[in-house]
């Protein structure tokens, strides 16, 4: 009994510690363009947002930067429960540095190799401006996500919950993303065999070889 206490409080030690930097990320966030953040967290009129700073030609900007970083280790803890609840596994501080280290590098890959390849195609505008929409919106989600696992790791740590969490980040983002397609479809549809390539290749093969690693 008294080593099952030390696991937990070694684990909370350090979850504490993300979930900080984490908080600081987003501390950050809001404050390195206030007026940018005031827009971006209305998740109810996120069209006004874009209707402002969508059309910046520099969308790649340290607000940006700074909300993907928070994105990816939001997404990490997403993960990391999701795993360790299923007990595939170990819940343990050294795997969810490896897992954070291995969705930055595929994040900062699929960038790399996306735009080369959106501008080979001659699309990189219109394929800007959606990957643009595409990361707010998780983002957004993210910010959600963040104040619900927080609450549920040091307030409310039951199975139902969890379960709650995960089903409203997965329904949130599939309806994003559903809202992204139909608002873009009009101009993707005559680049079909792109969009099929997209979702292919950048969205479901990256997970595929990520998952493959950790097992």
Not at 192 to 214: D, E, G, H, M, N
């Amino acid at each position: 009994m008294e080593d099952w206490i030390l696991r937990n409080n070694t684990q909370q030690d350090w979850i504490s510690l993300v979930f900080l930097f984490n908080f600081i990320l987003f501390t950050v966030l809001g404050s390195s363009n206030k007026s940018e953040f005031k827009y971006f967290i209305r998740f109810y009129e996120s069209a006004l947002y874009f209707k402002i700073y969508g059309k910046d030609k520099n969308r790649l900007h340290h607000f940006t930067v700074i909300g993907t970083l928070f994105l990816i280790l939001n997404f990490s803890l997403i993960l990391f429960y999701s795993l360790t609840f299923l007990k595939l596994v170990p819940p343990s501080f050294p795997f969810f540095i490896n897992l954070t280290t291995g969705i930055f590098a595929l994040v900062l890959i699929r960038f790399i190799i996306e735009n080369k390849v959106f501008k080979l195609f001659g699309i990189n505008e219109l394929a800007e401006s959606f990957q643009f929409k595409s990361l707010s919106h998780q983002i957004q989600i993210s910010i959600l996500s963040f104040f619900l696992f927080l609450f549920y790791q040091f307030t409310f740590q039951h199975t139902e919950f969890l379960y709650v969490i995960l089903t409203v980040i997965l329904i949130l983002y599939v309806l994003s993303q559903m809202s992204l397609y139909r608002e873009y479809w009009n101009e993707f549809k005559d680049y079909l065999l792109y969009l099929i390539l997209y979702l292919c290749v950048f969205k479901i093969a990256p997970w595929i070889v990520l998952y493959s690693t950790l097992n």
